[in-house]
């Protein structure tokens, strides 16, 4: 899929955005009419982590319960589009991303390929932690609170609905490390600020859980919390490797002003000279003499 170029009309660009939406509207009708078609298996397997928590047919398999026939039609229509919508995510992202990227400078460039990939398997992984570790606990713990007061009818649009929305969420809460390094390339926030400032981002962190978790729930919220201190952690030690010039340079920048702000003269700190080049230049001096 080409890229444009950096200058073009304002009517051309406008040309390449449809087309770059084109593709994705008719990526995404395909991807809902092939996974529609699936929908009873593919919600099968959505609901697997939490069918203990669910009643079964004669089959052994998880039976919700649909009101009216509208509503098993439109949960089918949404479950093929947001799982056609995960599956076909490499796409989109490529066609989203690819229309910014002229707009970059060169340097900027190179970090496009390596970091669209990871955004890619960071969602994925985001997914499957969501899947595998989240769904039954969270789903257990909310079960548990109709104990002594009632049971619960599980509906067909309200559980894969929340189903759905959890996915989605940790999906779209694993791009941390992804925005953490885009911070630091185009200097938007330093490096510094974000490794000294952390007990604020923490906090930040929690609400952002708090309010992207569709449950309200505890357990759920403190998961993906956790994960996400995780994340932040690795993806300021992965800038710092990447990035340790232009860290370094982000660092001898704000020790600049502060001694600026305290009238003071700044005077960057001289580096000893490596190894390999005191070899050389001892056995040039060497020879000379």
């Known amino acids: 899929m080409p890229i444009g170029p950096a200058r073009m009309p304002l009517m051309e660009h406008l040309g390449e955005l449809r087309m770059r939406l084109v593709r994705i509207v008719v990526v995404l009708l395909v991807g809902v009419f092939v996974f529609y078609m699936a929908t009873p298996t593919l919600g099968q397997i959505l609901l697997w982590p939490i069918a203990d928590t669910l009643p079964l047919d004669a089959n052994g398999q998880v039976a919700l319960t649909a009101l009216d026939p509208f509503e098993a039609f439109g949960v089918r229509f949404k479950l093929s589009f947001w799982i056609s919508l995960i599956v076909c995510s490499p796409v989109i992202l490529w066609q989203i991303l690819a229309f910014f990227l002229p707009a970059l400078k060169p340097s900027e460039r190179k970090w496009f390929v390596p970091t669209f990939t990871v955004a890619v398997i960071l969602f994925i992984v985001g997914v499957l932690f969501c899947y595998f570790i989240i769904l039954d606990p969270a789903f257990q713990w ?11 009818e599980p509906r067909m649009a309200t559980y894969v609905d929340v ?75 992965l800038s710092r490797i990447v990035l340790a010039k232009r860290i370094k340079k982000q660092n001898e920048e704000a020790a600049r002003e502060e001694a600026e702000l305290r009238g003071e003269t700044y005077i960057a700190p001289v580096e000893d000279e490596p190894k390999k080049k005191r070899v050389k230049r001892a056995r040039k001096d060497k020879a000379k003499a």
């Open 142 to 152: 909310l079960t548990d609170q109709a104990s002594g007061l009632g049971t619960i």
């Open 163 to 237: 189903i759905i929305k959890f996915e989605l969420a940790f999906g779209i809460a694993f791009e941390l490390p992804i925005v953490v390094f885009y911070l630091v390339v185009f200097d938007i926030v330093p490096y510094k600020k974000l490794r000294s400032d952390w007990r604020y981002i923490y906090v930040g962190l929690m609400v952002f859980c708090a309010m992207v978790t569709p449950d309200a729930n505890p357990v759920t919220m403190l998961l993906m919390f956790a994960a996400l201190i995780g994340l932040y952690e690795v993806s300021l030690l």
